[in-house]
């Protein structure tokens, strides 16, 4: 039988590993994987580099929606540079458009290594056999439908952040209301771009303990 997905434990906490940053609204330090880095580009413009190689000096914000908000209306971004950076209006429109973005394309590879399986019955048949590792449900899914499949993951991260539609054209299917990932790498890549997405949409359960655990 497979291991269970709450076994996988012991390791520290990615954030005690993780190297970390201070964001130049808040003034927190920060482990890296809950920031978003932002560089001048040749325009002079604030440009997201949410893969974090883009040449330049970094400047980093906390990622959530009112912190890149408060980074724009404050020109935070030119204090940082110590010079004159533009910043878009809907900054965080667009931080929140490449994440769900980033989400999408690691569930993409997920379903190719065969770590994702989506419809309800290939749902209900993973955690009868305890292969989830993180269950997926649609935002705009049915609640009545979300609610039975979550209550039998009840130790597990149940993430909501992504609708139908994404969902489907992630998995390769229409209009997934219910997902589930398996243990692995991407798994563990995927929970922490959702952890950044949940900063601009609806939180998700339990995530930081989870990506601990899967690590």
Same mark, same amino acid.
């Given at each position: 039988? !497979?291991?269970?997905? $709450?076994?996988?434990?012991?390791?520290? $906490? !990615?954030?005690?590993?993780?190297?970390? $940053?201070?964001?130049?609204?808040? &003034? #927190?330090?920060?482990?890296?994987?809950?920031?978003?880095?932002?560089?001048?580009?040749?325009?002079?413009?604030?440009? !997201? #580099?949410?893969? &974090?190689?883009?040449?330049?000096?970094?400047?980093?914000?906390?990622?959530?929606?009112?912190?890149?908000?408060?980074?724009?209306?404050?020109?935070?971004? =030119?204090?940082?540079?110590?010079?004159? @950076?533009?910043?878009?209006?809907?900054?965080?429109?667009? @931080?929140?458009?490449?994440?769900? &973005?980033? %989400?999408?394309?690691?569930?993409?590879? %997920?379903?190719?290594?065969?770590?994702?399986?989506?419809?309800?019955?290939?749902?209900?048949?993973?955690?009868?056999?305890?292969?989830?590792?993180?269950?997926?449900?649609?935002?705009?899914?049915?609640?009545?439908?979300?609610?039975?499949?979550?209550?039998?993951?009840?130790?597990?991260?149940?993430?909501?952040?992504?609708?139908?539609?994404?969902?489907?054209?992630?998995?390769? $299917?229409?209009?997934?209301?219910?997902?589930?990932? =398996?243990?692995?790498?991407?798994?563990?890549?995927?929970?922490?771009?959702?952890?950044?997405?949940?900063?601009?949409?609806?939180?998700?359960?339990?995530? &930081?303990?989870?990506?601990?655990?899967?690590?």
């Amino acid at each position: 039988m !497979p291991t269970p997905a $709450r076994a996988l434990t012991s390791p520290p $906490r !990615p954030d005690r590993l993780a190297p970390e $940053r201070r964001c130049i609204v808040s &003034g #927190d330090l920060e482990c890296k994987e809950g920031l978003v880095r932002f560089v001048v580009g040749p325009d002079g413009q604030a440009v !997201p #580099d949410l893969a &974090g190689r883009l040449p330049g000096r970094g400047m980093w914000v906390g990622a959530r929606r009112e912190l890149i908000e408060q980074a724009v209306r404050r020109k935070a971004f =030119s204090k940082a540079a110590k010079a004159p @950076v533009a910043a878009a209006a809907d900054l965080a429109d667009q @931080v929140e458009r490449l994440l769900a &973005g980033r %989400c999408a394309d690691v569930l993409g590879l %997920c379903k190719r290594a065969g770590l994702a399986v989506a419809g309800h019955d290939k749902v209900s048949e993973w955690l009868d056999f305890r292969k989830v590792a993180v269950l997926l449900q649609a935002s705009d899914g049915s609640p009545q439908g979300r609610n039975k499949l979550a209550a039998r993951a009840a130790s597990l991260p149940v993430v909501t952040i992504l609708t139908r539609e994404e969902l489907g054209l992630a998995l390769g $299917r229409e209009n997934v209301v219910h997902a589930a990932l =398996s243990p692995g790498g991407l798994t563990i890549s995927f929970l922490v771009e959702a952890q950044r997405l949940s900063g601009f949409r609806s939180p998700i359960s339990s995530l &930081g303990a989870s990506v601990a655990e899967l690590a």
